[in-house]
Antibody, heavy 124, light 106 residues
């Protein structure tokens, strides 16, 4: 059974870089056709997909982040990571890592496994 | 692609039949998923392809619709169903989510 666990520093100051890591257990991040993704949720609001990385290391991002996001894969540690630079208060949210998979002929993956989420607060 | 949900908030009792709507800003065929998010927990996938129940999801949940209009129905609300429900379009990047419908105890 796949499990995901986010880890990160907690508070981040404005203009700095937010860095989070997702540790995956139960499956190798480099096998199959998963879409390892980051998704965020501001308090009391909806969900926003940030980006994903394939098992071959190919990333893809939400254009709304204006090229501030970078996602990488570390197969030796069975982890994937998110860096989000030039953060502002608008980036304060609960950040989830999740496994995506494509079903049928969908053009975007659905998310079948999620971490518990980690709260990131951007404040000076 | 933008998604809207209605209602935003719904009060219901155990045993009630509940219907939640999701509308897409353009035709997405059947490329829609529904998630349930209990308070303090991560979302859980319920339905994909608009109407296909995921493994382990109770049969009281059902989905319907295609094109731009979709519906999630809970046939008989159970105590564990009080949660927020999100739709997500699976048609194209960036896989936008609806704003959510919170189902609360009347």
């Amino acid at each position: 059974q796949v499990q995901l666990q986010e880890s990160g520093p907690g508070p981040v100051k404005p203009s700095q870089t937010l860095s989070l890591t997702c540790t995956v257990s139960g499956v190798s991040v480099s096998s199959g056709n998963p879409y390892w993704s980051w998704i965020r949720q501001p308090a009391g609001k909806g969900l926003e997909w940030i980006g994903r990385i394939n098992s071959d290391g190919t990333p893809k991002y939400n254009p709304s982040l204006k090229s501030r996001a970078t996602i990488s894969l570390d197969t030796s540690k069975n982890q994937f990571s998110l860096n989000l630079n030039s953060v502002t208060a608008a980036d304060t949210a609960l950040y989830y890592c999740a496994r995506g998979r494509i079903e049928y002929n969908h053009g975007f993956p659905l998310f079948d496994s999620w971490g518990q989420g980690t709260l990131v607060t951007v404040s000076s | 692609i933008q998604l809207t949900q209605s209602p935003s908030f719904l009060s219901a009792s155990v045993g009630d039949r509940v219907t939640i709507s999701c509308r897409a800003s353009q035709d997405i065929s059947s490329h829609l998923a529904w998630y349930q998010q209990e308070p303090g927990k991560a979302p859980k996938i319920l339905i994909s392809a608009a109407s296909t129940l995921q493994s382990g999801v109770p049969s009281r949940f059902s989905g319907s619709g295609s094109g731009t209009e979709f519906t999630l129905t809970i046939s008989s609300l159970q105590p564990e169903d009080f949660a927020t429900y999100f739709c997500q379009q699976l048609n194209s990047y960036p896989g936008t989510f609806g704003p959510g419908t919170k189902v609360d105890l009347k």
